[in-house]
């Protein structure tokens, strides 16, 4: 499985951007996809998270309201709605596809969860 994320560039305080994530393929059992970000000096942080079979969705507090996430399967593509970014939301974003939980749903965003990654894309609010 490989991951290729991109859409992030510089945006100004309020704007928005779509991030998109292609995948190579996808593993059965690492049906999780997920978008994390970490910003200089921080730990890599879960933003949101997706079962790939039902569309089913978790969004971190940090984002909720303003982050989306959703998928095209057929284009085996995950994305990320980024809405009235700020300053605080610059970071490097990561798309990663992982495990469920004991439960089988994808609430998890522990990073030791995901064990696909891709490069990441830069986003830069300012």
């Known amino acids: 499985v490989q991951l290729v994320e991109s859409g992030g560039g510089l945006v100004q305080p309020g704007g928005s951007l779509r991030l998109s994530c292609a995948a190579s393929?996808?593993?059965?059992?690492?049906?999780?996809m997920g978008w994390f970000r970490q910003a200089p000096g921080k730990e890599r942080e879960g933003v949101a998270s997706?079962?790939?079979?039902?569309?089913?969705?978790y969004h971190a507090d940090s984002a909720l309201r303003r982050f989306f996430i959703t998928q095209d399967n057929a284009k085996y593509t995950l994305y990320l709605r980024l809405n009235s970014l700020r300053p605080e939301d610059t970071a490097m974003y990561y798309c990663?596809?992982?495990?469920?939980?004991?439960?089988?749903?994808?609430?998890?965003?522990?990073?030791?969860?995901?064990?696909?990654w891709g490069q990441g894309t830069q986003v830069t609010v300012s």
């Open positions: 393929a996808y593993s059965y059992s690492s049906y999780c």
């Open positions: 990663a596809a992982g495990r469920p939980t004991r439960n089988g749903d994808c609430t998890n965003l522990a990073t030791s969860s995901f064990n696909y």
């Open positions: 997706l079962d790939r079979r039902d569309g089913s969705t």
